[in-house]
């Protein structure tokens, strides 16, 4: 399907010498940032990423990050470049609340022609991934969330737009949970008569789920030792939804 944008001039391995040449120049100057000082490789690999979903030079290096040697796009980037797509029909922003209180922020994105994408972000989705410790979480609540759900749902709804670039949210989530430089805590010990078999009825029910709201459900009903023991399934599924 077409992405109904035009590529800015040829693309950066086109001519690969120059351009390497070119980035080498770039990454040694005070103005890049800093995943690309004195990294030209990692400056070619912005430009072809950027190049491929119409943005130039200078607008790809501002507008990924390279994490585990990806380029990811940060959400302001994607929301920009869905915006001006033709078929964008607008963004709703609301507030959630519960007993009177701000506990999330919701988000639809339109598109011409197809269902509108509604996604959420609440604390408690915050809290279940350990980020509500963060100080920037505390100060910057509304304005995380808000940006989380707007990344989520502009994903979904123009995923062919962004071409499958991978999200910078996202590639940090999996950064903190999966690092294999980070030793992960060692669950407690389990008695026998709560020792979990791999062939359990959480993994089966895990393979059957049709929403979000029933994989909380799920999760929700397993003990702090069960969560522990199945918490990256439990995030692996939720990337799915």
């Known amino acids: ?54 943005l130039k030079p200078m607008q790809s290096l501002t507008a990924f990050a390279i994490i585990k040697g990806k380029p990811v796009m940060y959400a302001e980037t ?18 959630i609340l519960e007993d009177g209180k701000f506990i999330g922020k919701k988000i639809t994105i339109m598109r011409k022609g197809r269902p509108d994408v509604i996604e959420k972000y609440t604390i408690h989705k915050a809290t279940r991934a ?10 910057h609540t509304e304005k995380m969330f808000t940006w989380r759900a707007i ?17 910078t949210i996202v590639m940090d989530e999996e950064r903190e949970i999966f690092d294999e430089d980070v030793p992960e805590p060692t669950p407690p010990a389990l008695a026998p008569s709560e020792e979990i078999d791999d062939d359990d009825e959480f993994l089966a029910n ?26 990256k399934h439990y995030i692996l599924k939720k990337a799915e939804f």
């Not at 350990?130 to 100060?139: A, E, I, N, R």
């Not at 709804?157 to 499958?164: I, M, N, R």
């Not at 799920?218 to 003990?223: E, G, I, K, R, T």
Request: glycine share 8%; proline share 4%.
């Open 78 to 95: 994607a929301l920009a470049l869905v915006s001006s797509h033709p078929d964008y029909g607008g963004l709703i922003s609301e507030i």
């Open 1 to 54: 399907m077409s992405k109904d944008f035009e590529l800015v001039g040829p693309s950066p391995l086109d001519d690969l010498d120059k351009a390497l040449k070119t980035a080498e120049f770039f990454s040694r100057s005070s103005l890049v940032p800093s995943d690309y000082k004195n990294k030209p490789e990692n400056i070619l690999l912005s430009w072809q990423a950027g190049y491929e979903v119409g």
């Open 206 to 231: 895990l393979k059957i789920l049709a929403n979000e709201d029933e994989l909380e459900e799920l999760y929700d009903a397993l003990d702090e030792n069960q969560k522990i023991k199945y918490q």
């Open 151 to 167: 990344d989520f749902a502009v994903r979904l709804q123009f995923a062919d737009v962004l071409a499958g670039v991978g999200s």
């Open 130 to 139: 350990g980020l509500m410790g963060s100080q920037t979480y505390q100060k």
